[in-house]
Nanobody, 116 residues
Framework: VQLQASGGGLVQAGGSLRLSCTAS????????MGWYRQAPGKQREEVAI???????DYVDSVKGRFTISRDVAKKTVYLQMNNLKPEDTGVYYC???????????WGEGTQVTVSS
């Protein structure tokens, strides 16, 4: 299984970006998909996840601004980021947790830079 993320870039504060992450491969069942980020000098943190039933969960700092969604048929998870702030800057990673078999995978990060 490989994850390919895209959609990062440079944007001014208040702007928007949409991240996408698609899983390739077969023979697995998608359980949880999510987005994490790592700012310079900080630990990686969970930003948003969406579970098997489609229920999303967000870190408090992005609630009301970010929306996670997924297309199970396309094995793709999205992160719509609105009203971006400089503190949203970092490398964003997607993660996939599967069942049958039980495993998890990380995608290569995509850089998001928000200028003030």
């Amino acid at each position: 299984v490989q994850l390919q993320a895209s959609g990062g870039g440079l944007v001014q504060a208040g702007g928007s970006l949409r991240l996408s992450c698609t899983a390739s491969g077969s023979g697995f069942t998608i359980n949880v998909m999510g987005w994490y980020r790592q700012a310079p000098g900080k630990q990686r943190e969970e930003v948003a996840i969406i579970g098997y039933g489609g229920r999303p969960d967000y870190v408090d700092s992005v609630k009301g601004r970010f929306t996670i969604s997924r297309d199970v048929a396309k094995k793709t998870v999205y992160l719509q980021m609105n009203n971006l702030k400089p503190e949203d800057t970092g490398v964003y990673y997607c993660r996939l947790a599967t069942i049958n078999p039980t495993a998890h995978y990380w995608g290569e990060g995509t850089q998001v830079t928000v200028s003030s």
